[in-house]
């Protein structure tokens, strides 16, 4: 087992009805500071993977272990107080509270103290939602939203940071301005795990990615290497056309 | 032509208003429609009938009526204590039977299921204390003018108080403590509640006590100014739904703003087309609010 791993899955048998896995024996392993991604085509059990992890999916078989303890069937409410943070693909701020309401609702598990300096360190990190304390969440455009949904699961000042497809709907522009705010997060010592399918994107900032298909692992590598890896970027990376051609 | 019946339907609307608070949280958090909030309103009121003889009879002294009012301190502490155990009483369905049902079923089963404990409790108030009415209090209370033909009683007054107290109470609840924000949280979206780390269970757990002490205050307030019978909470079952609906479900000030226009327009009702349309007026509110503008006056979702 991987003893000094942030992060380590094993063998993990997940998914949303009983006897119908979606993940079928997937790894992986996240070392501290590093930023990993996980690629791969449509239905691979991405998100799935991730879910599994935050504990929203049930989990049939396998270990999750995060800095050493077990999380594997813990409640996802419980398992935030070990310093997970996640961030859904979709509806990941609360549109009807404000988004200092949404950040004051996430930092619940700090202590007071420490919850008013990590806002006050959030509207630093944001300055767009630092301008708009009292705007409903809701009345936020599509990349303000991913922002403080960001920014909301940092509240809890996590060892881990994971993000479901954050580029998701946004702007190239948009995507850009994600990923290079997920640089500086990393730089601040957290720890990020991320699903994408804009592979490029991400393989530009992340260290190691993996390559899941059919619930299972295909193809783990630094991200240079997997980026440049012309069999890689044929079968897993040009989206659903590439992967449906695959034997 | 008296504007009497203004103050009439304010007093009734504050008390259906208060009552939609507890219907409108249990609606959007736990996502169903809670038939038993009418009974929950009536055990308010027997328990705290029964509270209240059980203090008289043990301290005759302490029953004579405060100022101008009709009831004395033994009515205000039993209410007080029948406010948490009507919210027990809530917490005990629930785990009974909700929770279960949650577990695997539809909300349409938790509804049909919901008519089932509420016909379960309101004949259980039938078979403990008669059908017959009953009162608080024989006292007689003399009416204040208040001018252009309104008269009201000071219990009346009390009434719309208390209801002014309890909704300042709950608004600041929902938006200042932490409890509040995460019953939002839930209503609006229960898996990025848990997510942020929110005990979704906990939540549940206060929703009912809460939804309950509501009822309970709701029953109180209704046996003071009307009349306590094992039906006082399931006639108003309709009102209470016509508010929650019309203010937008989910949405507490529009409960209670819901429940002082159901409350008004059923007075008004009376006074101009006749006392036998009462029950109508809340029904015809219902259906407009339904056809115009389902999310109702201050509500988010349909």
Same mark, same amino acid.
């Given at each position: ?7 380590? %899955? ?19 392993? *996240? ?5 990993? *991604? ?18 929203? %999916? ?34 990941? %701020? ?21 919850? +008013? ?65 997920? +640089? ?6 957290? +720890?990020?795990?991320? %699903? ?52 | 032509?008296?504007?009497? @019946? ?28 809670? @038939? ?22 043990? $301290? ?19 209410? #007080? ?9 809530? !917490? ?22 919901? @008519?089932?404990?509420? !016909? ?17 209090? =024989? ?33 600041? $609840? ?9 019953? =939002? ?6 898996? #990025? ?11 549940? =757990? ?27 909470? @399931?006639?108003? !079952? ?51 609010? #339904? #056809? ?11």
């Amino acid at each position: 087992m991987s003893g000094s791993a942030l992060l380590a %899955v094993d063998n993990l048998v997940a998914g949303y009805e009983p006897g119908v896995p979606i993940l079928r024996g997937a790894h992986l392993r *996240v070392d501290a500071g590093e930023i990993v *991604v996980i690629l791969g085509p449509n239905g691979a059990g991405k998100s799935t993977l991730v879910k599994a992890v935050a504990g929203l %999916v049930p989990i049939a078989a396998g270990s999750i272990t995060l800095a050493g303890r077990d999380i594997a069937g813990v409640p996802a409410h419980e398992i935030v107080h070990r310093g997970l943070a996640f961030v859904p693909q979709t509806e990941n %701020v609360f549109t009807a509270m404000t988004i200092a309401e949404n950040l004051q609702l996430s930092g619940h598990v700090l202590t007071k103290a420490a919850r +008013t300096r990590q806002i006050e360190a959030m509207y630093v990190l944001f300055p767009d939602l630092a301008r708009q304390r009292q705007l409903a969440a809701g009345r936020l455009s599509g990349g303000q939203r991913q922002m403080l949904a960001i920014a909301r699961a940092l509240m809890i000042e996590p060892k881990l940071l994971m993000l479901d497809e954050p580029s998701a709907g946004l702007s190239p522009k948009l995507v850009g301005t994600v990923f290079a705010k997920l +640089t500086d997060i990393r730089g601040s010592g957290v +720890t990020i795990l991320l %699903v994408e399918q804009n592979a490029r994107a991400a393989l530009a900032v992340a260290d190691r990615a993996y390559v899941l298909a059919e619930g299972q692992n295909r193809h783990e590598g630094p991200a240079a290497a997997l980026g440049s890896d012309p069999l890689v970027a044929r079968l897993y990376l040009g989206g659903m056309a590439a992967a449906r051609g695959a034997p | 032509m008296t504007l009497q @019946f203004l103050a009439d339907g304010l007093v009734m609307g504050a008390m259906t208003g208060l009552g939609a608070i507890g219907v409108t949280l249990t609606y959007s958090i736990l996502r169903f429609a809670n @038939f038993t909030h009418g009974d929950l309103i009536s055990w308010g009121a027997y328990l705290t009938l029964t509270l209240s003889l059980l203090i008289g009879a043990a $301290l005759p002294s302490a029953g004579a009526p405060i100022g101008p009012f009709s009831f004395g301190w033994p009515i205000l502490a039993a209410g #007080l204590a029948a406010m948490l155990l009507t919210g027990l009483l809530a !917490l005990a369905l629930d785990f009974l039977l909700f929770a279960r049902l949650r577990r695997r079923g539809t909300a349409i089963i938790m509804v049909i299921a919901s @008519f089932g404990a509420s !016909l379960a409790l309101r004949s259980l108030l039938e078979f403990l204390y008669t059908p017959a009415p009953t009162y608080f209090s =024989r006292e007689l209370q003399i009416a204040i003018p208040l001018g252009a033909g309104i008269r009201v009683t000071p219990d009346q007054l009390c009434t719309l108080a208390l209801t002014a107290a309890l909704v300042a109470a709950m608004h600041l $609840l929902l938006t200042r403590s932490h409890i509040g924000r995460a019953m =939002r949280a839930v209503s609006e979206n229960p898996a #990025l509640a848990r997510v942020v780390g929110i005990n979704v269970a906990a939540v549940i =757990r206060t929703t009912w006590l809460i939804g309950g002490a509501l009822a309970c205050a709701a029953g109180v307030m209704l046996g003071l100014t009307v009349q306590i019978r094992p039906y006082m909470g @399931f006639d108003l !079952l309709l009102p209470l739904f016509a508010a929650a609906i019309l203010g937008g479900i989910g949405s507490v000030p529009g409960a209670v703003a819901g429940g002082l226009i159901v409350g008004l327009a059923e007075s008004a009702g009376v006074q101009f087309i006749g006392a036998n349309y009462r029950a109508a007026i809340a029904f015809l509110l219902l259906l407009l609010v #339904l #056809l115009l503008k389902p999310t109702g006056l201050f509500g988010v979702r349909p």
